[in-house]
């Protein structure tokens, strides 16, 4: 089954610790975005990369960095200049000849302590 | 920038019955989309349905129709026949159509469906 996963579905951490979360897609999309949301908001975008090698950043992206190594993976670390981690974080991705559509993961809860 | 609007928080429905959310946005593009997504409690973001902005006619998709006012930016979605599975968070996004079509999501209306 084509998709994409986001794992773990919670993470716990301290504060203080660079946290990293995963983002894997085998529907062999070229974009790839993060976007975090709040307790009864809507997403924000953080990052997204439109091909292997390059990302740019979104509308929140301090305190947080991206990288895209291989086409499949799109990993979000939170780092601890990150001041207010705890949130719904949802990975997506498009296909690049489709422009209109964005295939959302199941997201990851991050909590920080 | 692009700014999205759902002025409504919560609402709710009798099963069966009709709700129409609300949506403005605000842009100087022409070329755009924009998006109704449904949220439920497990939180997967599942599209509800497409408008593209050069398009006249109104999106429907089932028991989901949009009421789409290009000049005065007005997105609504109404839910007919509505059921207990509606229950949900409804997001209104927008899309530029550029090299980054990044969406751009309103705060959210919570909607619950009454038995």
Known sequence: DGGITQSPKYLFRKEGQNVTLSCEQNLNHDAMYWYRQDPGQGLRLIYYSQIVNDFQKGDIAEGYSVSREKKESFPLTVTSAQKNPTAFYLCASRDRDVEYEQYFGPGTRLTVT | ?115
């Open chain 2, 1 to 115: 920038a692009q700014t999205v609007t759902q002025s409504q928080p919560e609402m709710s429905v009798q099963e069966a019955e009709t709700v129409t959310l609300s949506c403005t946005y605000d842009t100087s593009e022409n070329n755009y989309y924009l998006f109704w997504y449904k949220q439920p409690p497990s939180r997967q973001m599942i599209l509800v349905i497409r408008q593209e902005a050069y398009k006249q006619q109104n999106a429907t998709e089932n028991r989901f129709s949009v009421n789409f006012q290009k000049a005065a930016k007005s997105f609504s979605l109404k839910i007919s026949d509505s059921q207990l599975g509606d229950t949900a968070m409804y997001f209104c996004a927008f899309m530029i159509n550029n090299a980054g079509n990044m969406l751009t999501f309103g705060g959210g209306t919570r909607l619950m469906v009454k038995p």
